[in-house]
């Protein structure tokens, strides 16, 4: 995330002392490649639904088999879009280092290792974990790549909100993995993350919309202005925070969720209020790296729910 920041300010990022070899070069190149950032918070969320789905610590090879199944999957996704939107990438600031993009790895060997790295994920979760999993896993990110990527992101500025689904997937994975099937709890943490991603990437958006503008991409705050965003923003962490509450009554999650939803989406309502209020961007940065948070916690929340209520909650 702080990469992230860095790039958003137009901040160097820092470079290790002295030079490096070629072997190290390549492998941090691929390594950019992936979106690592992105697949450590698919994988918090796979870890959560699993941990969900055991009531308690799932078996550790099931675990590892999942994780680094997701984590290559994921991994070709990255890279997939990568080249797909290597033009763009070239002209926004936050961007512009990404490995296809400034030519450090050319897109014939991107596709390659794209390949290779989704063939080897889907065998694993295939052979090793179920084969539910494994198409669940193989559908999210053709789901990324081939709707959101190929298709949403250059159209509508509603890329965000449809295309988000696709990163609400690896909950139903890790659930799929342990159980053999779905419940209702995997299903309330994809609902979780697709309401989460507007509002978490349209405060994004607002700080980058010169960027998103530069590269023609119609991000809600070049399409609609930014006024209109921060209604949007409001509108969809109540959508958001309302859902999440709504999981306690409904007993698909305990007291203990319910309170920690309480809590932590209040503080979101009250940042994205203050979004809507702020001429500046610093209230939008401050929704951003909150939302990041707000995620892990609501993730950790249901993990401990789960484990200590009640066996009649499916």
């Known amino acids: 995330m702080s990469s992230t920041l860095s790039r958003i300010d137009g901040a160097p990022l820092p470079r290790l002392p002295g030079p490096k070899s070629r072997l190290r070069g390549a492998i941090e190149n691929y390594y950019e490649l992936t979106k690592p950032r992105i697949i450590y918070l698919l994988l918090i969320t796979t870890l959560a639904a699993m941990v969900m789905a055991a009531r308690g610590v799932p078996p550790l090879l099931l675990t590892v088999w999942t994780l680094l199944g ?11 879009n990568c080249v797909w939107d290597r033009d763009i990438d070239r002209l926004m600031n936050r961007t512009k280092l990404r490995p296809v993009a400034r030519g ?3 897109a014939r060997d991107a596709l390659i290792f ?13 052979a090793f974990v179920n084969p539910l999993a494994a198409w669940l896993s193989l559908a999210g990110n053709a789901y990324y790549v081939v709707i959101y990527t190929m298709w949403l992101k250059r159209v509508t500025p509603l890329n965000i909100v449809i295309g988000g689904a696709a990163g609400a997937v690896p909950p139903l994975v890790g659930w799929a993995a342990v159980t053999g099937h779905l419940g209702s709890p995997a299903f309330a943490l994809f609902a979780v993350i697709f309401l989460w991603t507007p509002p978490h990437f349209w405060a994004l958006a607002l700080m980058t919309n010169v960027d998103y503008d530069k590269a023609g991409i119609p991000m809600m705050p ?22 999440s509450l709504a999981f306690f009554p409904l007993h698909v ?9 309480l809590i932590l989406g209040a503080v979101f309502l009250w940042d994205a ?31 401990l729910d789960r484990v200590i209520q009640l066996p009649h909650v499916t």
């Open 70 to 80: 997701g984590a290559l999957s994921a991994a070709s996704a990255g890279a997939l």
């Open 104 to 106: 450090a790895i050319s």
């Open 114 to 126: 794209a390949a290779l790295a989704q063939s080897a994920g889907f065998a694993m979760l295939y």
């Open 222 to 243: 070049n399409v609609k202005g930014i006024a209109h965003t921060k209604r949007e923003i409001v509108i969809y962490s109540l959508v958001l925070v309302g859902v």
């Open 253 to 261: 999650l305990g007291p203990c969720y319910g309170g920690c939803a």
């Open 273 to 303: 209020w203050k979004v809507s209020g702020d001429p500046t961007k610093r209230y939008a940065r401050v929704l951003f790296k909150y939302s990041l948070l707000y995620l892990a916690l609501m993730c950790a929340a249901m993990v």
